[in-house]
């Protein structure tokens, strides 16, 4: 027979009909939670731990390498069309940012804005108005780091 199946009853009190409502007395044994008990939660949470964090590690880098895409394309595309607005390709990011095309320079995927590494445009005509072949006509990045693509951040 189960030990917690079987309950010492005690009187308590009169209830409204004049009967006595009895109470479960505690044991010792009833009051919380076996140390198995406990090892066996701490244990499926930490296997969960484990599922969970490769993952969400993934997901972070996925994320920093979708921004840095974006901001490659935003750049590139910016330096294109300063050059057909302006007839001339600009000779940096920061002309970049003073001409009213960027607020500000986005950073790189190293968490700075200088190791943006530029490509020098020099006997390149991006446009059939442009008069100056000199300045930048795109942009790189440039960490060594390896993506999630097997190419360096510096080659994209």
């Given at each position: 027979m189960n ?39 701490i244990?499926?949470i ?5 599922i ?31 050059t ?7 000779q ?7 001409a ?11 968490g ?15 446009s059939?108005?442009?008069?100056d ?24």
């Amino acid at each position: 027979m189960n030990s917690r199946a079987t309950a010492v009853l005690i009187p308590v009190g009169r209830t409204k009909l004049g009967m006595y409502s009895m109470q479960r007395k505690s044991t010792p044994r009833d009051r919380g939670f076996t140390l198995i008990e406990m090892m066996a939660v701490i244990g499926i949470i930490l296997i969960l731990l484990g599922i969970a964090l490769p993952i969400y590690s993934h997901s972070m880098a996925r994320a920093r390498e979708d921004n840095l895409r974006q901001n490659l394309e935003t750049l590139n595309r910016l330096i294109f069309q300063y050059t057909q607005d302006k007839q001339k390709a600009p000779q940096s990011l920061d002309e970049l940012r003073t001409a009213g095309y960027l607020k500000a320079i986005p950073e790189d995927i190293t968490g700075s804005v200088d190791t943006w590494e530029t490509e020098s445009g020099d006997d390149v005509i991006m446009s059939l108005d442009q008069t100056d072949t000199g300045g930048i006509i795109g942009v790189h990045s440039g960490s060594n780091q390896v993506g999630s693509n097997g190419k360096t951040y510096s080659e994209w």
